[in-house]
């Protein structure tokens, strides 16, 4: 079937709104009309190629949509559910049977490598193969994902709202929720305050830790950080944080997250726990430098990476949608829609830190 899709043909370069050819899904696949995906920073680091992914590609991973057709094997949706789409994985290694699928062993190849879980290609454009992205490919007004993609939701709550539960959200509450599980009474700092860095601190204050640290460079972000449930904000470009941190705290944090993907704050993380804490890093982070026995071996503490928030997404997923129905996880506050042909101007506003959580909704 022809879709519009929003196709990246070459590194860095804006995306092109053009006709695409999509393949219907095989027994273990859905299709699904798009109602609008989550712009999200690892969008914007495979577009950049910082993160390779065979081009031309058609990329966008946190579509919310409804089920138009579902194959004969597919068991958890059919059609007319309204779902949302988040990573894909083989379902089959030991991580995946033991309740980490974030860590899938195929995790790279299966969302990174331009293909679905049978190894071949969904889409094509005059003839030539599209490369699809997490499995989904959600910058397009349809998409084919694997049934292990999709999650259904209830249908009373706003579906334009729910794709970037599908990844962003769900790596920042998760991060916390899951990965680090701070007990009540512990304290935890969070770098950056884009939808990653807000969702953290939301799920530490659903978790009951009296101290959450905040630190950005924008101011606007640290306010919205103080109504979401940062007890303290730092600005980054006015004050030395990991002193700060460390006064707000007596000594340091248990936990921190980083989603900046800035790698001296990486080190800063680092630095400003309290003995035996832990840093998650969730951000693309490069290249970092870290005095291993003064960073981390002499206090023992831990440097952990997270990914997908260490979520099982059909699980975590309508949790956090309870938890918003709830008022206590009230991601709403960060989203701003955008047309599929602003998708460029989602992207730069994203970056200018002017929106904390584009959603692209697609024509209907």
Do not use: W
């Amino acid at each position: 079937m022809d879709i519009k899709a929003a196709i990246t043909h070459e590194k860095s370069a804006d995306f092109k709104i053009e006709n695409v050819e999509l393949d219907n899904p095989k027994n273990d696949e859905v299709l699904v009309k798009i109602v609008a995906t989550g712009v999200c920073h690892t969008d914007a680091v495979a577009r950049d190629q910082d993160v390779p992914v065979p081009l031309p590609a058609v990329l966008g991973h946190e579509g919310a949509g409804v089920v138009e057709k579902a194959g004969s094997n597919v068991k958890s949706v059919e059609e007319g559910d309204h779902v949302v789409l988040s990573f894909s994985s083989c379902g089959h290694c030991e991580n995946c049977l033991t309740g980490h699928p974030a860590y899938c062993l195929q995790f790279n190849k299966l969302n990174f490598g331009g293909i679905m879980n049978d190894e071949t290609k969904r889409l094509s454009q005059d003839g030539e193969d599209v490369s699809s992205f997490f499995g989904q490919s959600s910058f397009g007004t349809f998409a084919v994902a694997n049934e292990r993609n999709v999650v259904k939701v209830d249908k009373d709550v706003d579906l334009s709202l729910l794709g970037p539960l599908g990844c962003g959200i769900q790596t920042g509450a998760g991060t916390v929720l899951n990965k680090l599980k701070p007990k009540s009474g512990e304290t935890i700092a969070v770098y950056g305050c884009g939808a990653v860095g807000l969702s953290a601190v939301m799920a530490a204050k659903i978790v009951g830790c009296p101290t959450i640290i905040a630190v950005d460079v924008h101011q606007s972000r640290l306010d919205t950080a103080k109504e979401l449930g940062a007890t303290h904000v730092i600005n980054g470009k006015e004050q030395d944080t990991v002193e700060e941190i460390k006064k707000i705290t007596n000594g340091g944090t248990n936990y921190a997250v980083e989603t900046t993907s800035v790698p001296a704050l990486a080190r800063q993380s680092v630095q400003a726990l309290k003995p035996l804490g832990t840093s998650a890093v969730v951000g693309v982070t490069q290249e970092t430098e870290f005095n291993i026995f003064e960073d981390i071996l002499a206090e023992g503490k831990g440097l952990v990476g997270a990914i997908e928030g260490d979520s099982v997404p059909q699980v975590f997923i309508p949790q956090l949608i309870d938890y918003y129905r709830k008022g206590q996880f009230p991601f709403d506050k960060l989203v701003k829609y955008y047309e599929l042909g602003e998708i460029n101007k989602a992207f730069d506003e994203s970056k200018e830190g002017k929106t904390v959580k584009p959603i692209v909704k697609m024509p209907e």
